[in-house]
């Protein structure tokens, strides 16, 4: 089982990332998928998480700057990020489970976002 997250990188406050995340040895269809980011010297917190549903639950802090969204059929998902700012940036993580309220049974490599002021 392998998540490929892709598509960090630097960036000035008010730009835009598009995150993909790329998985192989499973299907994501049943599965809820989550975007997660640590920045240095903070615990890990969950941006967004979108279930097989299609119910998404996201951080209120990126609320209306931040859109996930998955593609079955591509066994992939997606985080685009707008507006990003400094407190932003962080190494953000793609991540299956069950359900966005349970443990995460797979995570990707991470990749960085620099957002500069």
């Known amino acids: 089982v392998q998540l490929q997250a892709s598509g960090g990188g630097l960036v000035q406050a008010g730009g835009s990332l598009r995150l993909s995340c790329a998985a192989s040895?499973?299907?994501?269809?049943?599965?809820?998928i989550g975007w997660l980011r640590q920045a240095p010297g903070q615990e890990r917190e969950r941006v967004s998480c979108?279930?097989?549903?299609?119910?998404?639950v996201q951080l209120d802090s990126v609320k209306g700057r931040f859109t996930i969204s998955r593609d079955n059929a591509k066994n992939t998902a997606a985080l685009q990020m707008n507006s990003l700012k400094p407190e932003d940036t962080a190494v953000y993580y793609c991540?299956?489970?069950?359900?966005?309220?349970?443990?995460?049974?797979?995570w990707g490599q991470g990749t960085q976002v620099t957002v500069s002021s």
């Open positions: 991540a299956v489970a069950q359900g966005c309220a349970t443990g995460w049974r797979h």
């Open positions: 979108i279930a097989s549903s299609g119910v998404i």
């Open positions: 040895g499973l299907s994501l269809s049943n599965l809820a």
